[in-house]
């Protein structure tokens, strides 16, 4: 089993230099809007990954959410970066298939070394307490089995 990267609109471009590692053991789903804003298909095809896209209004690939498609999918690990609630259920999927998923976050750094606490996660540790992070200090990508997700 290969690796799976999943990115969700600007959240794409940070997992192409990621992919060039696998080669062709690699499958890229990625989400968009629509049609035209797809970018870097081609970057990703000549790293050898196989390139799955969907967009919102259906004008390219799946029609729906990025997350739909990887369901029935086979992969040893998971690399995903985009907005929240994708990175919520890319984690959800890979924990049910237990695979290992590292998720990069968005979130808004301000101060860049921790102290403004405005890019603050919080975390779950191995004891199981939950602590917060700093995205901009101890990430921004984490083990998504650390990451305490918000309701939605």
Do not use: Q
Request: hydrophobic share 40%.
């Amino acid at each position: 089993s290969g690796a799976l990267f999943v990115g969700g609109g600007i959240g794409v471009p940070p997992l192409l230099e990621a992919s060039k590692r696998f080669g062709s053991g690699a499958v890229l789903a990625a989400g968009f809007k629509d049609k035209k804003s797809i970018i870097l298909k081609e970057d990703f095809e000549k790293n050898g990954c196989k390139v799955l896209v969907a967009t919102d209004d259906g004008s390219y690939g799946h029609h729906g959410l990025v997350t739909d498609m990887i369901e029935g999918l086979r992969f040893g690990a998971v690399y995903a970066c985009g907005p929240l609630p994708m990175l919520k259920a890319v984690s959800r999927i890979a924990e049910n298939k237990n695979v290992l998923c590292y998720v990069s976050m968005e979130e808004r750094m301000a101060c860049g070394i921790g102290a403004c606490l405005g890019c603050a996660v919080k975390l779950r540790g191995e004891n199981g307490a939950v602590h917060y992070g700093h995205v901009c200090r101890d990430g921004p990508v984490f083990d998504s089995r650390e990451v305490v997700w918000p309701d939605p």
